[in-house]
């Protein structure tokens, strides 16, 4: 999600400044504020948008990096924040935000600028991120900026749901296993989509507890992996839906034993459905999803920097969440 307004110049802010795990608080605070207020100037006003679970803001930050930066405003408070994020030559911003009272004087300009000059210094080929397709000023403002349309990512969840044989699953590894199954993912998501890399992904993770990564083998040898998160994603609510972030498949066939055994973690680990965005290119996984008693919950749309865009995997299928 990315939030931008401008309706007053109020001073400039100070910054960029990386964001560390003890600025989550303030953080969640800006973050609730700008969508809230998105939310109010689209006309729902009666929308509040809660806090996000602090684990999972844990995990923007250290995913980011470097990248995850916040601004100051001239009382030392967070009033703004961009987590810039890549995955090898993957490189996407969200969440980001410019607290209410603060936006006007190109704030949003700034921290967007800033997010594409980090991810250009890294080498990424690829810069996006995504935003609410019903909001247009939101469009217009990225627009501004060099950012394209593309097309929509939906939302689609399934049931949880006990699969014959359990999924083969990361954390169930040893150490020694761990380390030649990373290597294996990163091979295939090499050779899917050369120049990327979701392993880091994968170990925090795993290191964080935030879920697990379902593995498909086919004659012993890795032929996909879905990274998928089962913490809640709002502070303080039960654990509901199991998100797929990241998933890889040698062969598009494979998507439906994919989707067992993503069910089956979630019923193993006690989260009521899965959900997984679907990028817009692929239509035939679409359709299978929904012939599987799939729901469509949410649509966005995904834009990309001109001169820096997305481009389709060489066969297979390779998804890539551009939000947290």
Not at 28 to 36: G, I, K, L, R, S
Not at 95 to 114: K, N
Not at 284 to 311: F, K
Request: proline share 5%.
């Amino acid at each position: 999600m990315s939030g931008a307004r401008s309706w007053r110049a109020p001073r400039p802010l100070d910054g960029p400044f990386v964001a560390r795990t003890a600025d989550i608080g303030p953080l969640n605070d800006v973050f609730a504020d700008a969508f809230t207020d998105r939310y109010r100037r689209d006309g729902m006003v009666g929308v509040r948008v809660p806090h996000l679970n602090p684990l999972i803001w844990r995990y923007a930050i250290e995913d980011a990096g470097e990248g995850a930066l916040l601004w100051r405003d001239d009382r030392g408070q967070i009033a703004g924040f961009n987590m810039v994020h890549h995955s090898g030559a993957e490189g996407w911003m969200g969440p980001l935000a410019v607290r209410p009272d603060v936006q006007g004087a190109g704030a949003g300009r700034e921290i967007v600028l800033q997010g594409i000059a980090l991810l250009e210094r890294v080498g990424a080929r690829t810069i996006g991120l995504e935003t609410m397709p019903r909001t247009m000023d939101n469009i217009g403002f990225y627009s501004t900026l060099g950012f394209v349309p593309g097309r929509l990512t939906i939302t689609v969840t399934l049931e949880a749901a006990a699969d014959d044989r359990p999924a083969s699953l990361f954390a169930r590894l040893s150490s020694r296993e761990k380390e030649g199954v990373l290597g294996a993912c990163r091979a295939l998501v090499a050779r899917l989509q050369p120049g990327y890399d979701f392993t880091r992904e994968i170990t925090l993770t795993d290191d964080l507890g935030l879920g697990d990564t379902v593995l498909l083998f086919d004659g012993g040898a890795l032929a996909g992996f879905a990274l998928c998160h089962s913490a809640p994603l709002i502070e303080g609510r039960a654990r509901e839906e199991l998100r797929v972030l990241k998933l890889a498949l040698a062969h598009e066939r494979l998507l439906e034993p994919m989707a067992r055994a993503v069910c089956d973690l979630a019923r193993r680990s006690g989260t009521r459905r899965v959900a997984i965005r679907v990028q817009g290119e692929y239509l035939d996984a679409y359709r299978r999803l929904i012939a599987l008693g799939g729901r469509v919950r949410w649509t966005d749309l995904r834009m990309a920097l001109q001169g820096y865009p997305e481009s389709p995997p060489v066969g297979g299928m390779m998804l890539s969440n551009w939000e947290i």
